[in-house]
């Protein structure tokens, strides 16, 4: 996989997440659950579109500022509740690189960033 299917695929993977977490919370009628639920929705509203104009990794520098960060966001979340399943070898192995990979994007995402910020000034 290269690293514009990679990016895509984080991105596609938290989407799932934040559905499933969505659906989850919904079931729930207390107020913290209805605020997840709510905030899961947003989430899952916005990037289900900003997915559809992302096509890899130059793609994102088409953003506007706040997108560019919201999408960055959403892979910090995602690489933060990220799980790595220990109990087959390879398994563990290909999340670790994954998950190291997962890394190294974020990494260079705010990099690039940053130094768009700098040239700004």
């Known amino acids: 996989m290269n690293d514009d299917e990679f990016l895509i695929s984080c991105l596609k993977n938290y989407l799932a997440d934040v559905k499933e977490e969505y659906d989850y919370a919904k079931q729930f009628t207390d107020a913290d ?4 639920a709510e905030d899961d ?5 916005i990037l289900k ?3 559809e104009d992302i ?3 130059d793609s994102l520098h088409d953003l506007d500022d706040d997108d560019y ?5 959403c892979l910090q979340a995602y690489a933060e509740a990220f799980v790595i399943d220990g109990r087959d070898e390879e398994t563990r192995k290909k999340a670790e690189e994954d998950f ?10 705010e990099a690039d960033f940053t130094y768009d910020e700098d040239e700004d000034e």
């Open 69 to 73: 960060i919201f999408v960055y966001e």
């Open 33 to 36: 659950s209805a605020e997840i």
């Open 55 to 57: 096509q890899g990794l």
């Open 100 to 109: 190291n990979r997962l890394q190294e994007l974020l990494d260079e995402l």
């Open 41 to 45: 929705l947003e989430i899952y509203d």
């Open 49 to 51: 579109v900003l997915i």
